[in-house]
């Protein structure tokens, strides 16, 4: 089938985010008053867990005594994505190599651009702004968020979703991420998967993955263009 759109994750495959997510994640607690940092390592075990509320969630129950219900986690969550969005709009946070040229690429082959993510709608948004300076919704033809979904990464809902609002089969679409969880999670949506390892998922197994390079610099949009 004739390839129609890409679809991308967000964190770690159009920008290395990471950093800025655990940063906010660290002020937030600190502002809230509670004795947690997570160290580079500490997130790279955490981004196991897709989710930034399952991640706290998942983080605390390892502690004696979790000091936060659901709504102390939400309320929580609310504040780092608060503090994610003023550090992107701050600047020097850029996209990855190849992205911008990829999207130029693909918009003058007519192809439709969406975006399939864990992360949540405000941050897509925050990093649009960021790099482009310009709504998401400007760029992308639709948008797939985590907080639009019952299910995350590795589940399909997210692509499934983007799939929906895009009106194409998984066929006529090819998907692009960083990670496992994501490579998992567009594979059992059907599609074929592009994937770029991240500075927190390098060394994962993307066996599985049609296409698998350091960034998109290099990417082959013809060869699966030409179906």
């Not at 310009?134 to 499934?160: E, S």
């Not at 998907?175 to 927190?200: I, K, Q, W």
Request: net charge neutral; charged share 25%.
């Amino acid at each position: 089938m004739t390839l129609a759109a890409l679809i991308f994750d967000v964190d770690g495959t159009l920008a290395e985010t990471e950093e800025v997510h655990r940063r906010a994640f660290n002020e937030a607690f600190a502002e809230a008053g509670l004795p947690w940092h997570w160290s580079v390592e500490d997130y790279r075990i955490l981004l196991r867990t897709t989710g930034g509320k399952e991640r706290i969630a998942a983080f605390q129950s390892g502690l004696p005594a979790p000091p936060l219900d659901p709504g102390g986690i939400a309320r929580l969550h609310r504040a780092k994505t608060a503090r994610y969005a003023a550090i992107v709009a701050a600047g020097g946070l850029a996209l990855r190599p190849g992205v911008a040229e990829l999207l130029e690429r693909a918009k003058a082959r007519g192809l439709r651009l969406a975006i399939a993510t864990t992360t949540s709608e405000a941050n897509v948004e925050a990093l649009a702004q960021a790099v482009w300076g310009r709504p998401a919704a400007a760029l992308f033809d639709a948008i797939a968020a985590g907080d639009m979904v019952a299910r995350k990464k590795p589940a399909p809902d997210v692509w499934h979703l983007a799939l929906d609002r895009l009106g194409l089969p998984a066929a006529a679409c090819l998907a692009f991420e960083d990670s496992r969880n994501g490579l998992v999670s567009a594979r059992a949506a059907g599609l074929r998967v592009v994937v770029t390892p991240s500075r927190y998922t390098e060394g994962e197994d993307f066996a599985g993955a049609d296409w698998i390079g350091p960034d998109l610099s290099a990417f082959p949009l013809e060869r699966f263009a030409a179906g």
